[in-house]
């Protein structure tokens, strides 16, 4: 099995990346989006840190919106 992404952000907002943005990732499995297949090939995987019960934190949407621009 595959697994990965290219970044985590922590609670604090802290960004971690794993995988350089110009390198694929694991992270859309067998995927298809708008009639393109291997959505790993053409997408940025970006986890956030959590539980099932605590939202995301605002550090961490700020960082995600920090990344988005990226």
Partial sequence: ???SAHCLIRRDGEIVQYVP????A???GVS??????????FSI???LEG???????DAQYHS????RGH
């Fill in 51 to 57: 539980t099932d019960t605590l939202a995301y934190t």
């Fill in 32 to 41: 298809q989006y708008q009639g393109r297949e291997r959505c790993n090939d």
């Fill in 64 to 67: 995600l919106r920090r990344l």
């Fill in 21 to 24: 943005f110009d390198k694929r």
């Fill in 45 to 47: 995987g970006i986890e």
């Fill in 1 to 3: 099995m595959r697994v």
């Fill in 26 to 28: 694991w992270h859309a």
